[in-house]
């Protein structure tokens, strides 16, 4: 399914100089925006990346009114501006992400993936009360990093770290950046990817969950590399995590069948495409999108139908979907507008309605 639409871009033209108050409106239809020129009012892909069509705003640009408003104000009284009060994953003693060194519990995805919605949620919302309390974590973080450059808990499998939670950290710090402008952030993970980009191949990615994820990974190297000068070696480091993320370019099949590492990674061709310029990569992510959907329907929102995994024989519209994997959509569907210029996100409202509001 190809997603090529109109995009139709209007501007108005004075007529002429001594009547400036007298305009027309011209409408031109194109099939993307323009890409020659840079945008010099945001942080945008540097060369050799290929010029994005959309370029994400920092978080806290755009402040919500009317209906989406009051979705973010129930998410902010409900359970996620209040998990902390209940969670064992963020039970503050002995946890593993306040730890100078790691050690303690909860040291595995359950804090980033909290922290992630959390923290922008008190940004956009501009609520002190959940941007301190998310400053807690994002310090407790950055502090945590070794000499070496790796941070947080260090978690081994077979003798290889599962960087997997990183990732999502990372996401964390991405964000805390643009709404703080905290230099600490640039500094921290260019040591962090160094640290990764001396680490032998054989031991990056070998787990399940960060091995089908790097793509997340090869986001943050991209996220880096536009707001630095001079560290051309972050696109080495990029092939690296490329070449030992699951193989999400195959022509018929895909790595694994799981609703959010399928929701999360279909996109990670598209943005190593950035990169290469390959339209092979960029097609293997639009192939993507239609395997699943060919095998296992569509369900009401614009998904695909899968519990934990997609399983063959439940492909009815009213098959179910995983709330982690609506989310995970929502994000890939923003990312490839951008790389793309077609419309990825146009059902993404329909989504956000179906995920429910809980309270503690």
């Known amino acids: 399914m190809m997603f090529y639409k109109s995009l139709i871009v209007a501007s108005c033209l004075s007529l002429s100089i001594l009547n400036p108050t007298k305009a027309i409106e011209e409408v031109t239809n194109v099939s993307r925006p323009d890409t020659s020129a840079s945008n010099k009012h945001y942080v945008s892909n540097r060369k050799p990346l290929r010029s994005a069509y959309f370029v994400k705003l920092p978080v806290g640009s755009i402040q919500p009114k009317g209906w989406l408003r009051k979705y973010l104000e129930l998410q902010r009284d409900g359970l996620t501006g209040h998990l902390g009060e209940i969670s064992a994953w963020l039970a503050k003693k002995n946890n593993a ?22 923290a922008n949620l008190g940004y956009i919302l501009k609520d002190e009360r959940i941007i301190q309390e998310a400053r807690i974590w994002l310090n407790a973080a950055l502090e945590s990093q070794r000499e070496d ?14 960087l997997w939670g990183n990732m999502i950290m990372l996401w964390c710090l991405q964000s805390y950046y643009e709404y703080s402008r905290d230099e600490r952030v640039l500094s921290f993970m260019e040591k962090y990817f160094a640290w990764q980009n001396q680490l032998p191949e054989e031991k990056l990615l070998k787990d399940y969950w960060e091995n089908s994820r790097g793509g997340d990974n090869l986001y943050s190297i991209y996220w880096l590399y536009n707001r630095t000068q001079g560290k051309e070696w972050l696109l080495d480091l990029a092939k690296k995590i490329h070449r030992n993320t699951a193989d999400w370019k195959q022509q018929h099949n895909l790595p694994n069948w799981h609703n959010v590492n399928i929701a999360q990674c279909f996109r990670e061709p598209a943005t190593y495409y950035l990169q290469t310029g390959d339209p092979s990569d960029l097609e293997a992510s639009y192939r993507n ?15 695909f139908g899968a519990d ?25 569907d923003e990312i490839l507008m ?9 059902i993404m409202p329909k989504r956000l309605l179906l995920i429910p509001i809980l309270r503690p």
């Not at 992400?97 to 959390?118: A, F, M, N, R």
């Not at 450059?149 to 599962?162: A, N």
């Not at 951008?338 to 419309?343: A, F, R, S, V």
């Open 97 to 118: 992400w306040l730890s100078k060194d790691g050690s303690g519990d909860h040291g595995w995805e359950e804090v980033p993936y909290w922290l992630k919605g959390y």
């Open 149 to 162: 450059g790796y941070f947080g808990p260090l978690i081994l499998k077979d003798g290889k770290p599962d």
């Open 289 to 303: 999108f239609d395997i699943i959907r060919e095998r296992f329907g569509n369900v009401p929102g614009g998904m």
């Open 308 to 332: 934990e995994n997609a399983r063959e024989g439940y492909a009815d519209p009213r098959q179910g979907v995983e709330t982690c994997g609506m989310v995970e959509q929502m994000a890939s």
């Open 338 to 346: 951008g790389i793309t210029g077609d419309p990825f996100g146009q």
